[in-house]
């Protein structure tokens, strides 16, 4: 007979007979949730837990590989099991009289912080790379090359278009991956497609362009940055070959053209060779090409059209948004126009996440990395189809032979964002399509299939179903 | 009798018959500005090269110390000494034709960029701190603590805002050195003081403000960034007690009461009452106040009015502006607008930077680090009055009591643009004080000693005092 533990003050007579280890893993999740255990801190030795709740090492055991599989605990050697993330987990009585506030008809500015912030055991938002992944010793070893090597007056203010050692990194890293020749005078190291997008704002109504089109369904995030910083964002329809660029009645467009987002269209060589003939200025977002599984690499339009492209792309999914880095790859008429908007914008960017990145990129890791994230990528796809099959069998599945997510619609009367709603009230988050389309469309959602591991979003998706059902 | 050393085809018969360590040094110098020795590359043992060119090893000794003194190259132990900076040489021919052209009267948007990009042998633009200071060191292992426990989601996108880690350390580094009390929630994480203004001149606007006085003199910088972003930037005048707050006509002002640029004079405790009972919004630009010698600390005016100051500041002076990391402080009224701006300019500043900072000040590394700086450049600061007492003694010395630079006004109709350019001409850059004035001043030259060791800053003096005598 145990005592109970003092770690957490836990007492196995608290368990129900059955499922001690379930027991277990959502006594700790509930620890770290609530910070009593923090990220860093050590679990007690499985041995050691076991004997003090008087039960089998096997159940501690499971326990723990729960919480390594949800990728809140990760084994550390000899430092035994340590805490690595922080579960979302769903506020008792908060977020319930909350949801629909969040998943409004028309989104506030602030949408995707607030929805963020959204408590929520299961985040299916798109956009994120699996960021258990990330390279962390090799960006350490990068960083520490870089810091010794690193001169005096690199730590000065710097040129705004970013360290010429990235800029030439990139160009390599573009020829490579996405068949783009470029000279490194060409590239503005930018934080992201973001900070892109303002600075493109600015230089086109240098240029008196007021307008740029854009596709529709196509990114709610784009479009809010685009008519922010005043410009208007007229819609043009996608159709099953991308956009339909007949349709165009602008003198700039932006496009997706490697795997549209949300409906993961592939443009289609007739209409790429209608953008061709079109003239004006092609913004490509080039946001997940280097993500593709089942089918061969599409170039990027700015392979073939050079002069009519500005090229927009970042590492947020490639390593992590939160390291804000991007870059434009600007026709020479928009170019100095872009630097001027950088220059006001920050000065430029941070040099040593920049030089890290450069090196990176220089020594085959970032590839190395790109080659880890696909096969992982492909496996979570492939579960989370399978559990589209399973759950959601009247769904259409689209988009998934590329990128971080697939897009389900819905052939039903009820709002997505209804849907969205009910999912989060059973602690999953996901993107209703409709906030990504201008027109009228079907009913559906936008799930990313990276950051989780396949139970996890075989569960998601069992609960969307489950939020269907109770809708329907 | 020596063969020459393969290293850089050094031969000792090239030397004059004296000054063979100058010599060694200045091929030294120029193998490094030419990149033939590259950042990271490793000098030979003193003893080898000594005997390779025939010479005592004294003299290969005393070379290398000196580039070491200058900055160029670093003893690392048994790595032996590697280079770690290239020198900014005049190139030959170059910029003889275009140092005007780098000082017109009405200097330029890219201004600062054609001046940083200039060639010179000693660089006295103000501004930077002794970046040889730089911790690398503890940078890195306050990274590697970081990457340690850094969660999952932690590389995702984030609080627009900034880090809570930051914002949190932020208010605590305010309240220790600056006297300011703040909560996190009254804290924007900026990447410095450029954006700041260009996500302030947003939000003025939005609260129909399009109007902010400045300080003149007052940086040529900070109004270039506030113009750029759309907002008028009318002049109020400086006189010994700083900002004539008497003289304002606007509902907003930026003002450096603790240190103004470029007069270094100190805003008076009845200027201080004034600006409590003007009532407008104060902008208090907080840009090198850790940095203070003979005199007692000045608190922020922040810390006396809380509710009617915006205070920004960053790390660009005390650590590098390469970082790019810096702070708002926000009154209630004009938060959210700043929130929004912020969101929209780049949806939140580079994660893993912040994390470092925040545990550098957590830690005390950075007030250790403050108490280093302050140390050298106060010997610095002397090194270069004194220079100025011995080679310009007309001149009349300004604000030496605190910051990283110094002005000197001349009693000369000579425009201080052209002594800038002269003094280029002679390898040495300064900043004429008229880019910094919107009324006529007296010509003067504003002077950084932070960044530069005692024998260089007399070098830059004394090549001053040459190029005014060429001109008078």
């Known amino acids: 007979m145990s005592t109970g533990s003092d770690f957490l003050l836990l007492d196995a007579a608290d368990a129900p007979a059955r499922g001690l280890a379930d027991w277990l893993a959502a006594r700790l999740r509930a620890a770290i949730a609530d910070r009593r255990l923090s990220v860093g801190e050590r679990l007690p030795a499985t041995r050691v837990l076991a004997a003090e709740l008087g039960v089998s090492r096997g159940v501690v055991t499971e326990a723990y590989r729960r919480l390594a599989e949800e990728g809140h605990v990760a084994g550390r050697g000899r430092a035994g099991t340590v805490v690595v993330a922080v579960p979302a987990l769903p506020i008792p009585g908060r977020h319930t009289s909350t949801t629909k506030a969040i998943f409004p008809r028309t989104p506030g500015a602030d949408v995707f912080d607030v929805l963020r ?15 258990t992944a990330f390279p962390r010793a090799a960006w350490l070893r990068a960083e520490r090359a870089v810091l010794t090597r690193l001169s005096s007056p690199d730590f000065g203010y710097g040129d705004p278009r970013g360290a010429p050692a990235l800029r030439t990194a990139i160009t390599r890293w573009l020829a490579r991956t996405r068949g783009i020749v470029a000279e490194p ?26 307008e740029i089109a854009v596709e529709d369904p196509g990114s709610l995030g784009v479009r809010r940055h685009l008519n922010h910083h005043g410009m208007a964002t007229p819609p043009v329809p996608v159709d099953d070959l991308g956009l339909q660029v007949a349709e165009l009645r602008t003198d700039a467009v932006l496009v997706t053209p490697a795997h549209q987002f949300p409906t993961g269209v592939v443009l289609a060589p007739e209409r790429r060779r209608e953008l061709a003939t079109w003239g004006g200025l092609i913004v490509e977002d080039d946001y997940d090409a280097e993500h593709r599984y089942d089918r061969p690499p599409v170039p990027a339009l700015k392979a073939t059209l050079p002069d009519q492209v500005c090229y927009a792309g970042s590492v947020s ?17 928009y170019r100095e126009a872009v630097v001027v908007a950088k220059r006001f914008a920050d000065l430029g960017s941070t040099a040593l996440p920049q030089l890290v990145l450069a090196e990176l990129m220089d020594s085959g890791e970032l590839e190395r990395h790109l080659r880890l994230l696909r096969r992982r990528h ?31 619609t819905f052939d039903t009367d009820v709002p997505d964002t209804a849907l969205a709603a009910a999912a989060l009230d059973l602690g999953v988050k996901a993107q209703p399509l409709s906030w990504h389309a201008q027109r009228p469309t079907r009913p559906g ?18 609960a969307i179903a489950k939020a269907l059902h109770q809708l329907g």
């Open 117 to 131: 912030e959204a408590p929520a055991r299961i985040d299916l938002s798109p956009g994120v790379p699996d960021l």
């Open 445 to 462: 959602l936008v799930l990313g299939y990276a950051a989780n591991p396949a139970t996890v979003l075989a569960e998601g998706i069992a």
């Open 317 to 333: 999914k490639l390593l992590a948004p939160a390291l804000r880095t991007g870059w434009l790859v600007v026709p020479e008429r």
């Open 378 to 408: 492909v496996r979570r796809r492939d579960a989370m189809t399978r559990a589209i099959a399973d759950h959601l069998p009247g769904a259409r599945v689209h988009g998934v032979a590329a990128g971080l997510y697939l897009t389900v």
């Open 185 to 210: 005078t060409d590239v503005v190291v930018v934080t992201g497609v973001a900070q892109a997008l303002a600075l493109l704002a600015e230089a086109l109504q240098a240029h008196d362009i007021h």
